[in-house]
């Protein structure tokens, strides 16, 4: 079946503007993540979403991050007034269960000018 | 939080040659999972190996988790097994999220 997907696969921005990253987890899969992979900081969790429970945001860098996912499937990460060291390359996965293997989408690299 | 050491941080092989890739963790994991980064930065999956020894092909992994390290262990290899391999550990508290070591880098040389 389909993997995770992410759109864009890759993003070029101005510092200061918004940018929304999407997910789309395997069918079935009720736990979502998001990573962030940037030469500096390796793999970092930014965040996390199981079924209908609170997310675990306790990774966001900061304020100008969020997320939020609908239905219980796709998800958006939402990046405001963007800085240079946004760039990185930001990862989507999901599980079955929040328990299991993590299974990880391509990535959209952003590039904040 | 868990910390995640893997060594060697590089290694280069001829193609046909065998190496072992090591994980070491600071605290007790309920997931241990290795992962292969292509070059295109795609992460794929290796193993789910919590404990015990699974293998796949040329690929195997060990996991003793008493004594808190993971092993994997890549035989006979290829040039398409370059790239970086990232053993990635749940614990220290946490239920899910993945703490990830900084990689090995491969380089196979034909």
């Known amino acids: 079946g389909a993997g995770v997907s992410q759109s864009p696969s890759n993003k070029v921005t101005e510092k200061g503007k918004d940018v929304e990253l999407r997910c789309d987890p395997i069918?079935?899969?009720?736990?979502l993540y998001w990573y962030r992979q940037s030469l500096g900081q390796g793999l970092e969790f930014l965040i996390y979403?199981?079924?209908?429970?609170?997310?675990?945001k306790s990774g966001l860098p900061s304020d100008r991050f969020s997320a939020e996912r609908t239905g219980g499937s796709v998800s958006t990460l939402t990046i405001q007034r963007t800085q240079q060291e946004d760039s990185a390359v930001y990862l989507c996965?999901?599980?079955?269960?929040?328990?299991?293997?993590?299974?990880f989408g391509p990535g959209t690299r952003l590039l904040v000018l | 939080g868990i910390q995640v050491e893997q060594s060697p941080p590089d290694l280069i092989l001829q193609e046909g040659a065998n190496s072992t890739l090591r994980c070491n963790f600071s605290d007790s994991v309920n997931n241990l999972q290795w992962f292969h980064q292509n070059p295109w930065g795609q992460l794929i999956n290796l193993f789910y190996?919590?404990?015990g020894t699974k293998q796949n092909g040329r690929l195997s992994a060990t996991t003793v988790a008493t004594e808190r390290y993971s092993l994997l262990y890549i035989s006979s290899s290829q040039t398409t097994d370059s790239g970086v391999y990232f053993c990635a550990v749940e614990g220290g508290g946490s239920n899910y999220k993945l703490t990830f070591g900084k990689g090995t880098l491969l380089t196979v040389n034909p």
């Open positions: 069918s079935g899969h009720t736990a």
């Open positions: 190996i919590p404990s």
């Open positions: 979403f199981q079924g209908n429970s609170a997310p675990d």
């Open positions: 996965a999901s599980s079955l269960r929040g328990q299991e293997t993590q299974y």
